[in-house]
């Protein structure tokens, strides 16, 4: 009987079995009797396996590694994915009326329930509060808080932009704690109570802080400032004592301070407390300012009686919110300013020099918050090649297809490396050098000189924040090639776990947020001219001896070592005796040189500490491919082969068995 084919349907024919996604890290400490290996192995993301094995110390390894291990798992939940999910989708809302029309002071701004519990479990989890731990003093508590951002971000939905404001809040205000009131009554305590709820892990006690700076004049250039500062009168004081609305929401005083002005774009509109910079006349000066106020007396005018625990905005109006490519449930809006109050930060005038502290925090925060959405789309391709086949093979089984996928691995380990070197100087940076690197394979690795901590820190924040992020967004296109079709749709069932799309959006986000690649190349180009760093020699005195440093500890090691010596000299020349006007111009490719030595460094020194194999495969095809030198020919077949096995290694993990699927808790 001749054979008749039957037909395909909605409900008949093939359909995909759907790609499990595996934990991206694993404890071995959790896993014994389960399976054997280290946290490296095991974990499906190796990278951050080893870097928490370079920075801490084993018994604090071990700690963090658990929370890690617990973290992972949490994500691919069902419910908080549904959470992100719903984030997604049913995107924060503006009301700006009351039914008859007035100005809604009390609650024009609705964001969904998703986004609320998502940012209660980035409270839970202590993805600001880490940090600021003072009980944990013999490891480095910004790697501990960055390891569990890692496993996080990319399930937050972008909750995770108002909690990087909150930590650089909290960093500013942990500065000011012991300043006296002065000409401020009251504002010595109300620094504390915010700067305690900022860093608290209690969804019911904390709080998140916004970071309002940019205007119409300028985007990142703080310069331009329109919005104006001014300190009230005793009748002012008196009037708004007499009206009710001179306390906050807990009852503390407002500041002195009247804020009048416009702020064109301000993410995490929905937080308790904002930072933002203002025009005296002294100069720019940084404020805090409480988002609400308590509304204690009738007004005859309102609709409807206010007192009790009534509250509405201080001083603010939700002009509109934006549309945005990406972000979705992030609340951005446009606010205007009239008579909000507020405290003075520091010293009037010097509100650029105060937000520095801000910036370098939210801009590591853009570099890790990147490569963690990275991280999950090369889940999604690692999984999905495990179950996809095309011509009647597995995609893994497609040398073609896991050697393009390798290669995005390696650009992954080196921009993930790159940005936690950055996370490292930063903790190292408030806990010392014993505290964060002595008894840890890094000890080789940061300097010992505080001065020269610093000026690493300087130097390279602003590379990490544009390279990283434009480098996620490149490996996430790649990623969502890596699916077909798929991967340009907006996969919101399933839990959204394959929405690499949504993803690639909010990458996009990191690129242009705190300041576009061209400001960081700006900025870096001011450190390398900045005499108070190094004489004005910050690359050769500080970079170059920093590199040097790792390379000689490397070279018996690796050959490689001479292209990035090769790289580091002509870094050298483009440098050396250049005017302003010549860094401006080659500005980007002053960056492009910094990211490449350093994650080159870095590889180098991590498959050095312990010879691992996909680590020394990583480190030397970084080199010889598109970090600083030329990709070599694949040789025999042979050599094909055995670099076909390394491509597998590396993208799918050592541990991968093609028809082996391994139980993890």
Request: charged share 25%; aromatic share 6%.
């Amino acid at each position: 009987m001749a054979y008749v084919p039957r037909p395909s349907s909605s409900t008949e024919g093939f359909f995909q079995p759907f790609p499990t996604l595996e934990p991206q890290y694993t404890s071995a400490k959790l896993s014994k009797g389960t399976a054997a290996g280290t946290s490296q192995h095991l974990s499906d993301d190796p990278v951050l396996a080893r870097i928490l094995h370079q920075y801490l110390p084993p018994e604090a390894r071990e700690q963090v590694g658990v929370s890690i291990h617990k973290l992972s798992r949490r994500v691919l939940q069902p419910s908080v994915l549904h959470h992100a999910v719903e984030a997604e989708v049913n995107v924060p809302t503006l009301h700006p009326l009351t039914t008859f029309g007035k100005v809604n002071k009390t609650d024009p701004l609705h964001t969904s329930a998703g986004w609320k519990a998502l940012k209660a479990i980035g409270v839970e989890e202590g993805t600001v509060a880490i940090a600021y731990d003072k009980a944990a003093t013999n490891y480095n508590r910004r790697i501990a808080q960055f390891g569990i951002s890692h496993v996080w971000s990319h399930t937050s939905a972008m909750t995770m932009c108002p909690m990087s404001m909150t930590d650089g809040a909290a960093t500013l205000l942990s500065r000011h704690l012991n300043d006296p009131d002065g000409d401020q009554p009251g504002r010595q305590a109300v620094f504390a109570e915010a700067y305690r709820r900022l860093v608290s892990r209690d969804p019911q006690q904390s709080w998140t802080s916004g970071q309002w700076m940019t205007e119409r004049p300028g985007g990142s250039d703080v310069s331009g400032t329109e919005t104006v500062a001014r300190r009230l009168t005793k009748e002012e004081i008196y009037e708004n004592e007499r009206l009710g609305l001179d306390q906050d929401i807990l009852g503390q005083p407002l500041g002195p301070w009247r804020i009048d002005g416009f702020k064109w774009f301000s993410s995490a509109t929905d937080s308790d407390v904002t930072v933002l910079l203002a025009r005296t006349s002294q100069g720019i000066s940084a404020f805090l300012i409480p988002m609400r106020r308590k509304v204690v007396h009738q007004d005859a005018t309102s609709e409807g009686t206010i007192g009790g625990d009534a509250t509405e905005l201080n001083g603010i109006r939700i002009q509109r919110l934006k549309e945005k490519l990406g972000t979705k449930g992030l609340p951005t809006a446009e606010l205007e300013l009239k008579g909000a109050r507020g405290w003075l930060i520091g010293r009037e005038g010097k509100g650029t020099k105060e937000i520095s502290a801000i910036l370098n925090i939210t801009r590591i925060y853009a570099a890790a918050g990147s490569a963690s959405y990275w991280s999950r789309g090369l889940a999604v391709c690692r999984a999905f090649s495990k179950v996809r086949k095309a011509r009647g093979r597995f995609l893994h089984e497609h040398p073609r297809h896991v050697l393009w996928m390798a290669a995005e691995t390696v650009k992954y380990w080196a921009a993930t490396q790159f940005t936690f070197f950055g996370i490292a100087l930063l903790g190292c940076s408030a806990q010392g050098w014993d505290a964060t690197a002595r008894n840890t394979p890094s000890e080789t690795l940061v300097p010992r000189d505080s001065t020269r901590q610093a000026a690493l820190l300087r130097l390279l924040t602003p590379v990490i924040k544009a390279q990283v992020t434009k480098a996620s967004v490149s490996g996430l296109r790649e990623c969502m090639e890596c699916l077909g079709g798929v991967g340009y749709c907006e996969n919101n069932e399933d839990g959204g776990v394959l929405n690499i799309a949504k993803l690639f959006r909010d990458a996009i986000a990191n690129t242009i947020w705190e300041g576009t690649a061209s400001v960081m190349a700006e900025d870096v180009g001011r450190v390398i001219r900045d005499r108070r760093i190094a004489d004005g020699n910050v690359i050769e005195a500080v970079y170059c001896s920093w590199v040097r440093g790792v390379l000689r500890r490397c070279r018996r090691y690796f050959k490689e070592c001479e292209a990035v010596e090769e790289k580091l000299q002509a870094l050298v020349c483009l440098v050396r005796g250049a005017s302003a006007e010549e860094l401006e111009i080659r500005g980007r490719d002053i960056l492009a040189h910094l990211e490449t030595i350093s994650c080159a460094a870095l590889l180098l020194h991590d498959a050095g500490t312990d010879g691992d194999e996909i680590a020394s495969h990583v480190a030397s095809r970084y080199v010889n491919s598109w970090g600083v030198g030329v990709r070599p020919s694949q040789g025999a077949n042979a050599a094909c082969r055995e670099n076909a096995i390394i491509d597998r290694k590396i993208f799918l993990g050592a541990n991968f068995r093609p028809g082996v699927r391994e139980g993890k808790l």
